[in-house]
């Protein structure tokens, strides 16, 4: 799901088409921690691509290493 060389992509929403856009990766919050994933903003979490980090500053420096890589 992460393209090369985009830090911010657009994504289709499952639910609604093009009519929302599904933005990420970016630091997102579940129940079970924060992870790196896919957010739309009208119907909510879209898709997970990390595992669960225990605090939002882990998760943030992990995508800031994500995009170093790639
Ligand atoms: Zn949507």
Do not use: W
Request: proline share 7%; glycine share 8%.
């Amino acid at each position: 799901m992460i393209v090369k060389g985009n830090k911010m992509i657009d994504l289709q929403c499952p639910e609604h088409g093009s009519k929302c856009k599904v933005k990420g990766p970016q630091v997102c919050r579940s129940a079970a921690g924060f992870y790196i994933g896919y957010y739309c903003p009208d119907c909510g979490p879209y898709d997970r691509v990390s595992t669960y980090f225990p605090t939002e500053e882990v998760a943030e420096r992990a995508l800031q290493i994500c995009e170093e890589i790639i």
